[in-house]
Every structure is written in C-alpha cells, then in structure tokens.
C-alpha cells in the first residue's frame, strides 16, 4: 500500500482523509479510563500530612494555587507516566505526569496495549477533533458530563513510529513554550521588584526621608517633592453618550471603556472598540481629552490605567489626568499610580459598586522627582514592559504553530519522515 494513498473517514462531526496505512478505531482499543473518587471534606488534610487531591479546576492551573490534600490512602491515584483528562463540569481540560489523587469528575488514561505512544495519546486528547465528540456527545445543561462521549471516540491512529515522531515534534514545541513562559514569569518578577525599588528610592540616591501616603510610610530620595495630583495635573471626567439616539454613536472619536484595557495590560492606547460622533461630543457630558492623559479606572477594576496617543473620550468610569509637563511625566505618573492600586482602592466608597471620585483624585500625594529623573525611571520600567511584550507575542506565536500542527500531524495532512515504517 503507497504511503500517499488516503481514505476518507468520519472524524467527529467532519469527513476528512486520512493516509489508508493509519488505523480508524474507537480509542477504548488502546486505553482505557479510570474515574476517581471524592474523599470528601472530612478527609482533606494539612499539606504535610497526605497526598495531593486534584479537583477538576486543579487541572487547569499548573500552579497548584488551591490544590488541597487528603489523608485517604485507598483512593485511585495518578502517577509519573499517566494523563488525566477531565469529563465533569468543564470538559477536556487534559493533564500528565501529575502524582496525586483525582476527583469523579476526571478519568485517568492508561495505556491498554503496546500499539500506542503515550505522548502521542496526551495530544490526541487535546485536538480539536476530540475536544468536538466530547462536546457534542456531552449531557446535561447546567453541568456537563461527558464520558457518554467515549464510546463515540474514533480515532486515526498511524504507525507507532511516527506516533513519537509526532509527538516529540509536538513535545518540541511546548518545551519552547514553556521555556518562554519562564522568561515571562521571570522578567514580571524583575519589573516587580524594579517597580517597588524605583518608584521610592530613584536613581543616584544617597539620602532619604520618611513619608505617609495613605496608611502605607515609605522612605523616598531627600530631594524628592510630594505633591497632591491637583498641583501637577488637571482631573477630568468622562461621560456615555445616550444609547438610544443614533446620531451620536459609529463616528469618528475614539470612547474607552474599561473592557479596552482591563486584559491586555497595555500602556498606550490608539483604538478603541466604540466610536462617538461630533454631536456626541457637543451635547454629552463626554470629553474630548488630549493625547498624552492618563486615563485610570475609577470603578469596578479600580487602578487600571492606560496613555492615549491620539485625542480620545471616555465613559465615566474613568478619572482622566492631563499632566502639566514640567512636573509631572505622563509614563511615571502611569506606573506610580498602578502602584498605588490598593491605596485607590482604600479610598472608593459606593453601595451598589466601588467608585472612587474626581474629588478623592485630586487629593492624591505623589512623588515628584525631578522631570529628568521621572523619565529615566519610566523608560527602565518601558523597557522591561516591552520585553515582557515580545515574549508574549512570541509565545502566542509558538502557540499558533502548535494548534496548525496539531491539526495536520494528527490527520496526516502532513507526514513526518521515520526510519523505518512498522
């Protein structure tokens, strides 16, 4: 049989081809899964004392933040060499070389035969056409239980050498990933502690001062001014236009909600999702704000900011500083006030959701080095957001490739070259 033949099969709800020397089967012929148990709450432990207990939601942090421990010894476990994947609740999330106890709602898989790579196992059950029969054949509504969807599991399966070819191009991958994901984590840690070191000692430094801002005492440069934010800047409002008149909305001025910014933990800002019109501008209570305005969140997530780089407006859930440019650099003024965040949040007040007024802005005291001095820090602290930047992009660039990969290694779209052909 020619390597370049192909025959079609049914995989999930798609016909697609696949090379005629690869294998069509449901995956029970060559694993089989064990559900775990539920040692319940009375036989949690200290961390010391048991073994870990891996929850459905455990599966899905890689930091173990909330991973708890029992004392049970005779419960179904997980070990070096096993994956997990998870069919309760938020299906599909799958796991390896975890060593601990597993709740109901996963299933360990294990190998029945010697006809398949477990590596290779691990990234079939992360590919999208998997993922789909467990989403389609999936019951209930409100929680989803999806181990009626295994018997619906049909598989290609190629040769066992080039099941670990596959795999361990996969595997090459996610190491890269993972590597970048250690220079993320360590260059945010850096910023950290740059952050906490610059924005209260600077640079050059030999003697210093004890101030108060809020209920925190911090020791600053000697020469260092502390002023109120009204005395270096001027505090502005936003405003929503009304929804229900058409004229004033799909114009031309960029409006920044907070939905903008609250997950891209950006600096700057040229586009934004809604755009308002000049009679919007004329008529509501919204402000056309210059490039350069610090715009920090002043309800709900509380501290976060961003720089607009082309004249733009707001809705009112921002506090929008226009920095006097003698006294006060727009980019320092934007990480000393994220650093500030649980003292902003000290001084919001509401019933129904946290504000924090123009009124509580004008008053803030910041440090004030001088204008030189305020720059320097703030391009150190850019530099680092920048590289911090690059290696996301890369990452999600990795991560593209993975998912192309994935999709045509696993179907024979694209062969890979083996030694020999088993």
């Not at 049914?10 to 069509?24: C, N, R, S, T």
């Not at 009375?42 to 004392?49: E, L, P, R, T, V």
């Not at 190491?175 to 984590?185: F, L, Q, S, Y």
């Not at 715009?295 to 082309?310: C, F, H, K, L």
Request: aromatic share 8%; charged share 30%.
């Amino acid at each position: 049989m020619s390597e370049n033949e192909y025959k079609k099969i049914q995989l999930g709800p798609k016909e697609i081809k696949i090379p005629k020397v690869w294998q069509y089967e449901n995956i029970t012929n060559y694993v089989k899964f064990k559900k775990g148990s539920e040692p319940g709450r009375k036989n949690y432990c200290d961390i010391n004392k048991g073994i870990p207990f891996y929850r459905v939601g455990d599966l899905s942090n890689k930091n173990n933040d909330y991973l708890v421990h029992t004392k049970l010894k005779n419960i179904p476990r997980s070990k070096k060499g096993d994956i997990l994947i998870s069919l309760d609740g938020s299906l599909g999330i799958v796991r390896k070389d975890i060593e601990g106890a597993y709740s109901s709602g996963i299933r360990k898989v294990k190998i029945r035969n010697n006809k398949i790579n477990y590596k290779f196992v691990y990234y079939l059950l992360k590919s999208k056409f998997v993922q789909t029969i467990l989403n389609i054949y999936s019951i209930g509504t409100t929680i989803k239980h999806g181990s009626k969807s295994i018997k619906y599991m049909k598989i290609p399966v190629p040769p066992k050498n080039e099941q670990k070819k596959i795999a361990d191009i996969l595997g090459s991958v996610d190491r890269a990933i993972e590597k970048t994901d250690e220079v993320i984590e360590k260059t945010e840690k850096l910023k950290k502690g740059l952050m906490q070191k610059l924005l209260t000692k600077g640079i050059g430094h030999d003697e210093f001062k004890e101030v108060r801002i809020g209920p925190k005492t911090y020791e600053i440069p000697e020469e260092w001014e502390i002023l109120s934010l009204k005395k270096v800047s001027k505090i502005k409002g936003g405003g929503t236009p009304q929804r229900s008149v058409k004229e004033y909305w799909e114009g031309k001025i960029p409006w920044l909600t907070l939905s903008n910014i609250s997950t891209k933990n950006k600096n700057f800002i040229s586009k934004t999702d809604e755009y308002i019109t000049e009679k919007a501008l004329n008529e509501s209570s919204a402000k056309l704000l210059p490039s350069g305005t610090i715009m920090i969140s002043s309800r709900a997530t509380i501290g976060e900011g961003v720089i607009n780089r082309v004249p733009m407006t707001t809705n009112q859930g921002f506090v929008n500083i226009i920095c006097d440019k003698s006294k006060f650099y727009n980019l320092y003024g934007l990480y000393l006030l994220r650093s500030f965040k649980n003292y902003l949040i000290s001084l919001a007040g509401g019933s129904t959701f946290l504000e924090i007024s123009k009124k509580s802005f004008r008053n803030i005291d910041v440090f004030i080095p001088k204008i030189k001095e305020q720059k320097l820090i703030a391009n150190i602290l850019l530099n680092i957001d920048n590289k911090i930047k690059k290696e996301k992009k890369y990452k999600e660039k990795l991560e593209r490739l993975k998912k192309g990969l994935m999709q045509k290694l696993l179907t024979g779209k694209i062969r890979v070259k083996t030694a020999n052909s088993e």
